[in-house]
């Protein structure tokens, strides 16, 4: 079965860093360009990222996380990352992980971030 | 960058009855046009792509249509399973792949 399974959101304070997986499972990971989006609460979906198929060496931002967020692969571990700095109130959110891009063929279920003192 | 609406905001509708949703773009997007659902505690779930294409394993209950600035979703014979949110995400100008503001389908 094809999956996706997002981990490492939290509670975490303004201007602090986290780290999202994501995980597959039953894809071919490597031939598939990935995304992530987010739902902030009662707000509907903004795109944030994408990373190219392979190695990964095209990505692609959204403005608002430009210069603070990184989205890169690990083919080796069928392991999506997205590394969150400085983050802002305006951050929470739930993170969802996608494959392909710009279409979303396949999500996770989401992981929680929040960012607050 | 693109802006992308949608109505209504909340559609009531009862069990058995189609729903019509309505998606609109700024400027053109041509039929690079993808509907997903999302339901409460679930994966958002690909729907249609290319306007009016059905996703792998989506029924025939699902159609979209349009093309330009002007998108449709029809939801045939709603079940329980259908009462969800529902959003457009245009991808011809890419990045970003805007997304609409979403219409709830609620049971009436």
């Known amino acids: 079965e094809e999956q996706l399974l997002e981990s490492g959101g939290g509670l975490v304070q303004p201007g602090g860093s986290l780290r999202l997986s994501c995980a597959a499972s039953g894809i071919s990971f490597s031939r598939h360009a990935m995304s992530w989006v987010r739902q902030a609460p009662g707000k509907g979906l903004e795109w944030v990222s994408a990373?190219?198929?392979?190695?990964?060496?095209?990505?692609y931002y959204a403005d608002s996380v430009r210069g603070r967020f990184t989205i890169s692969r690990d083919n080796s571990k069928d392991t999506l990352y997205l590394q969150m700095n400085s983050l802002r109130a305006e951050d929470t959110a739930i993170y969802y992980c996608?494959?392909?891009?710009?279409?979303?063929?396949?999500w996770g279920q989401g992981t929680l971030v929040t960012v607050s003192s | 960058e693109i802006v992308m609406t949608q109505s209504p905001a909340t559609l009531s509708v009862s069990p058995g009855e189609r729903a019509t949703l309505s998606c609109r773009a700024s400027q053109s997007v041509g039929s690079n046009l993808a509907w997903y659902q999302l339901r409460p505690g679930q994966a958002p779930r690909l729907l249609i792509y290319g306007a009016s294409t059905r996703a792998t394993g989506i029924p025939a209950k699902f159609s979209g249509s349009g093309s330009g600035t002007e998108f449709t979703l029809t939801i045939s014979s709603l079940q329980s399973g259908d009462f969800a949110v529902y959003y457009c995400q245009q991808y011809n100008n890419w990045p970003p792949g805007t997304f609409g503001p979403g219409t709830k389908v609620e049971v009436k």
């Open positions: 990373i190219s198929d392979g190695s990964g060496d095209s990505t």
């Open positions: 996608g494959r392909d891009s710009p279409i979303l063929v396949l």
